[in-house]
């Protein structure tokens, strides 16, 4: 199961946050956890380079794209190398919808259609879609047709 998706910016504020089967009052342990995780080893660190961690039985994967930094947390059958596949997933979404490697600002101006995206890649703890092509199709946003 994917326990977690969690975008921070460089302080560590939490942009966005997922969580799939991890209990309310673990949520704050894992945030500070990843937070201090990718400030300790994200400084200098090439946009979309892959880390790779392991903590209490779970993997974990972070990188950074532009000025924002993306962990993925999973265990079982979601080890380092199927972690490494939503990531790439995620980050091809992330730099799809905003043209580009955002900056923390061209993040928050897309922030609905960047969770949409979120949605439809990992659902309920599991992966959905990776085709990049086919997220885009999913999160169109159509206007309501009058009858």
Same mark, same amino acid.
């Given at each position: 199961?994917?326990?977690?998706?969690?975008?921070?910016?460089? %302080?560590?504020?939490?942009?966005?946050?997922?969580?799939?089967?991890?209990?309310?009052?673990? /949520?704050?342990?894992? /945030?500070?956890?990843?937070?201090?995780?990718?400030?300790?080893?994200?400084?200098?660190?090439?946009?979309?380079?892959?880390?790779?961690?392991?903590?209490?039985?779970?993997?974990?994967?972070?990188?950074?794209?532009?000025?924002?930094?993306?962990?993925?947390?999973?265990?079982?059958?979601? %080890?380092?190398?199927?972690?490494?596949?939503?990531?790439?997933?995620?980050?091809?979404?992330?730099?799809?919808?905003?043209?580009?490697?955002?900056?923390? /600002?061209?993040?928050? %101006?897309?922030?609905?259609?960047?969770?949409?995206?979120? %949605?439809?890649?990992?659902?309920?703890?599991?992966?959905?879609?990776?085709?990049?092509?086919?997220? /885009?199709?999913?999160?169109?946003?159509?206007?309501?047709?009058?009858?």
């Amino acid at each position: 199961m994917i326990l977690a998706v969690l975008f921070a910016n460089s %302080d560590g504020n939490i942009l966005i946050e997922r969580f799939h089967g991890v209990p309310a009052e673990e /949520r704050l342990h894992w /945030r500070s956890f990843l937070v201090k995780l990718g400030s300790e080893n994200l400084k200098g660190s090439k946009n979309e380079e892959l880390h790779v961690a392991s903590h209490k039985s779970v993997s974990i994967v972070y990188t950074t794209i532009g000025d924002v930094c993306l962990y993925i947390v999973g265990k079982d059958e979601y %080890d380092e190398l199927a972690l490494a596949e939503v990531i790439f997933a995620v980050t091809s979404a992330v730099k799809d919808v905003c043209g580009k490697p955002p900056t923390e /600002r061209l993040f928050l %101006d897309k922030y609905g259609r960047i969770c949409l995206c979120l %949605d439809e890649i990992v659902w309920k703890g599991l992966l959905e879609n990776t085709e990049k092509d086919r997220v /885009r199709r999913l999160i169109r946003l159509k206007p309501p047709v009058e009858p």
